[in-house]
């Protein structure tokens, strides 16, 4: 991390030099910068707090790297040590430090009348107000860069330019030579999709266009985007692949599922290490209500017509089925072993399967149908799956009908 930063702690002392030897031909009023007093005063907090702040840096980086090296890997560091935006923050941190510093060498005297370097203190509140700037950006920054998605994005760039640079020939794309075929002009995921932008440049050109990937697939560079039905000449593709966002990871714009599988990887999580059930109820309760609020809910049919109503667009849509194999399916599969778990999924399960259509039971019914097959397969004793494993439970342990004070009322004395 080191050359970055010592380039501009020469140019902090170069900033210091400049401004000393211009002071002269620029004065300044001492009515915007004060007296000697003053000014000394400024200088030794500004440098007081800019070595405070390098520290931090430093320590935000030490921490960076010491949760990338526990959580993805430890062959990771070197992507974040290279790091340019918290090379450029520290060292315009340690560029106002060394500025300051060098400065109040200048202030000989704090009397009365005694000479103030104005230029030179200016300099040092520019440098105060861009550090101000850079440590809101490195926070930012810090943020986004611990997510996955961005250090496997890093780790991806550095790995694409290497090969570009290793293998300067790509070859030659199959699908170039197809006019049918839209290519996807770089990697990434697709999390937002304009609608009315493609319907209308379809419309414009006269012809029907397929989106391949939907929303959260992920389309590597050079891979088909978009398929083209009719004449594909007049179609504008600028304007169809700047319609189709794609970044380095998935969003909730138009990305439902991907609320899903939070939560699914919130309760995988918990039910790993350390083992934490409750946590793992805790998600499926949200998952059960947005499974809840769908249940009835018509699905839009994937396809898109203009003010004609000629057909232009078609866009493929994750199906019921779909929705509930993602919030149910790896759950089942890493805590069929936990009492508490199991009873919340059959809970939840059969409270959906009262209130969806006749049409969507298959999916939720063969669900509670491996949820069984899942018990028996961990060898629980009948006595023991009977009593515990399958029974509905809507807190996991403590809510089901054997536990709760309404059964006894319904009993009578």
């Known amino acids: ?23 002269e031909r620029i004065p300044i009023s001492v009515d915007y910068i004060g007296g000697p007093d003053a000014a000394l005063a400024v200088l030794g907090g500004i440098a007081a707090s800019m070595i405070a702040l390098t ?5 935000i980086v030490l921490v960076v790297v010491q949760l990338a090296m526990g959580q993805f890997s430890p062959r990771i560091v070197r992507a974040i040590l290279h790091d340019r935006p918290s ?14 510093m060098l400065t109040m060498r200048e202030i000989v005297s704090v ?3 005694a000479p103030v ?7 040092a509140f520019a440098l105060v107000v861009l550090s101000i700037v850079a440590l809101i950006l490195y926070i930012d920054h810090v943020g986004r860069s611990l997510r996955v998605a961005a250090l496997i994005d890093t780790v991806g760039e550095e790995m694409r330019d290497t090969m570009d640079r290793l293998y300067t020939d790509p070859g030659d794309n199959p699908f170039d030579d197809n006019p049918n075929i839209i290519t996807a002009p770089r990697s990434g995921v697709v999390f ?11 419309s414009r050109a006269d012809c029907l266009i397929t989106l391949i990937p939907i929303i959260g697939d992920f389309a590597p560079a050079g891979a088909p985007l978009v398929e083209v039905h009719g004449n594909p000449e007049r179609l504008d593709r600028r304007k169809v692949t700047s319609a189709i966002a794609i970044g380095p990871e998935r969003t909730m714009n138009q990305d439902l599922a991907y609320g899903f599988r939070m939560l699914v990887d919130i309760a995988e999580r918990s039910l790993v290490d350390p083992f934490d059930p409750t946590t793992a109820v805790q998600a499926i309760d949200r998952l059960h209500d947005g499974l809840r609020q769908l249940a009835r809910r018509p699905f839009p049919s994937g396809e898109y017509t203009d003010d004609a109503g000629v057909l232009r667009l078609r866009v493929g849509q994750i199906t019921w089925e779909g929705y509930v194999r993602l919030a149910f ?19 939840v399960i059969e409270d959906l399967l009262t209130i969806v259509p006749d049409e969507r039971r298959a999916p939720l019914e063969r669900q509670l149908t491996l949820l069984n097959a899942a018990i028996s397969e961990n060898g629980w004793p009948g006595i023991d799956r009977e009593a515990s494993m399958l029974t509905a439970d809507p807190q996991g342990i403590g809510s089901g ?6 059964r006894l009322f319904s009993e009578g004395p």
């Not at 090379?87 to 300051?100: D, R, T």
């Open 1 to 23: 991390m080191w050359p970055i930063p010592l380039l501009f702690v020469l140019l902090g002392i170069g900033l210091s030099y400049g401004s000393l030897t211009l002071n």
């Open 55 to 59: 520290a931090t840096a430093l320590t």
């Open 87 to 100: 090379q450029f923050a520290i060292g315009i941190f340690v560029a106002a430090f060394a500025h300051s």
């Open 111 to 113: 009397e009365e009348g």
């Open 117 to 123: 370097p104005g230029l030179a203190i200016i300099v």
């Open 192 to 202: 937002r999709i304009g609608y009315n932008e493609l319907v209308t440049a379809a």
């Open 329 to 347: 399916d790896e759950i089942r599969q890493t805590g069929s072993s936990s009492i508490q778990l199991v009873r919340k999924l059959r809970a």
């Open 401 to 406: 009908p054997k536990l709760r004070t309404d």
